[in-house]
């Protein structure tokens, strides 16, 4: 079963960076397709950042383009996600998947808080 846990959140002023972590376990991580999501109470997940299984080609949502870089290690079977200029709307628990392609379902880890805040 895989299990993905998330690190690295935390309070930072605007403007500041986080880089949060990924760690990815139970299957072979070179397989699956990473992202990163983003929920605030009373509204839907979205999609923040994506890579493919190799890396090669990334995606991000127009809010974040610029300021966030997702990679991935895949000797470390860890995904990030590098956040700057952050923004008080970049508030948010932010969510790892993995998705293999192909597949309708994925799995998620069990987020972590990123706070932007004077």
């Known amino acids: 079963q895989v299990q993905l846990v998330e690190s690295g959140g935390g309070l930072v002023q605007p403007g500041g960076s986080l880089r949060l972590s990924c760690a990815f376990s139970g299957s072979t991580f070179s397989r699956y397709g990473m992202s990163w999501y983003r929920q605030v109470p009373g509204k839907e997940r979205e999609l923040v950042a994506a890579t493919t299984v190799a890396g090669r080609s990334t995606n991000y949502a127009d809010s974040v383009k610029g300021r966030f870089t997702i990679s991935r290690d895949n000797a470390k079977n860890t995904v990030y996600l590098q956040m700057n200029s952050l923004k008080p709307e970049d508030t948010a628990v932010y969510y790892c998947?993995?998705?293999?392609?192909?597949?309708?379902?994925?799995?998620w880890g069990q987020g972590t808080q990123v706070t932007v805040s004077s």
């Open positions: 998947n993995a998705k293999q392609p192909g597949l309708s379902y994925g799995f």
